[in-house]
């Protein structure tokens, strides 16, 4: 038995604390919401174990205020999208600059270099988001400044999960800014998935000449890429072995990120 037929049957049952049509009217919300195809009174009043007329003045009243509508009148009802567009406005509140500024700060003491939170816009990174290494040298950014995708770690890590046509956009004018630059769509495509395979992204001085850097996604409690966190620095400091050493807490801080914004690892 699911947790809204459970307290149905207790509100039915009598349970001072959960006899309570605001409770019952839940029930019958959560059982649309998790429900293939429209349901009718019968169908809900049998798996809620509440009476069909009781249903019935439910469905009316979730209808009325939004909740559920009467498909084409067959007296079967669906959930409309109010409840999606509520819940919309409470992700809206869980503003990632905010979530991962700690976070952010955690990982410069780890890392000792300067890190970076990107966003994805038409096929650029955008930084929303930086804290600066403490060492002298240091790589050089600004919040809001821009980088093309695909030469940069937050970059990669965000076109590894963007759709097929923001790629194929992206992987029709690529341009060399170094030797290390990736110019060939497929050599990029198939960095792409060992990005996605590998849970993170690598720039090996391909933006910006002596600069390399990684950086893993950040994802939202729906487990879609809204993010990706990562560090950069010079080359002297951060050459393959160092990369490799520095990649478990990019990735460890990019999951917390996550977490914070209700990712569920184990779900997703």
């Known amino acids: 038995m699911n947790d809204a037929s459970h307290r149905a049957e207790s509100s039915e049952a009598g349970t001072p604390q959960m006899n309570t049509t605001f409770v019952k009217g839940l029930a019958v919300l959560e059982a649309l919401a998790r429900a293939g195809e429209p349901c009718g009174v019968s169908d809900l009043a049998r798996q809620l174990q509440l009476t069909k007329s ?8 979730l209808a009325d205020h939004g909740y559920a509508q009467n498909v084409a009148g067959s007296g079967r ?9 509520l819940g919309v406005e409470v992700l809206d509140k869980l503003d990632v600059k905010r979530v991962a500024f700690e976070p952010m700060e955690r990982l410069v003491e780890l890392t000792g270099e300067t890190v970076h939170l990107s966003i994805l816009d038409h096929g650029e990174v ?3 988001d930086k804290v ?25 890590a965000l076109l590894a999960h963007a759709g097929a046509a923001v790629v194929d956009a992206v992987a029709s004018r690529l341009h060399a800014y170094t030797q290390h630059t990736i110019t060939d769509a497929a050599e990029l495509r198939a960095e792409l998935r060992r990005v996605v395979d590998t849970g993170y992204a690598i720039n090996r001085g391909e933006w910006r000449d002596g600069v390399c850097g990684v950086a893993a996604p ?10 990706a966190i990562g ?10 072995r160092a990369l490799r050493q520095l990649t478990p807490a990019v990735v460890d801080v990019a999951r917390s990120i996550s977490t914070r914004l209700g990712w569920n690892a184990a779900a997703g």
């Open 218 to 227: 950040i994802r939202d409690a729906r487990g879609q890429v809204v993010a």
């Open 126 to 128: 955008v930084y929303i």
């Open 77 to 85: 009802y669906e959930i409309t999208l109010k409840l999606w567009e």
């Open 231 to 240: 560090i950069s620095g010079p080359v002297d400091r951060l050459k393959v």
């Open 54 to 61: 009781n249903v019935h003045r439910l469905l009316r009243t």
């Open 132 to 156: 600066d290494s403490p060492q002298p040298v240091r790589a050089y950014s600004k919040v809001g400044g821009r980088a093309p995708a695909y030469c940069v770690a937050t970059g990669k």
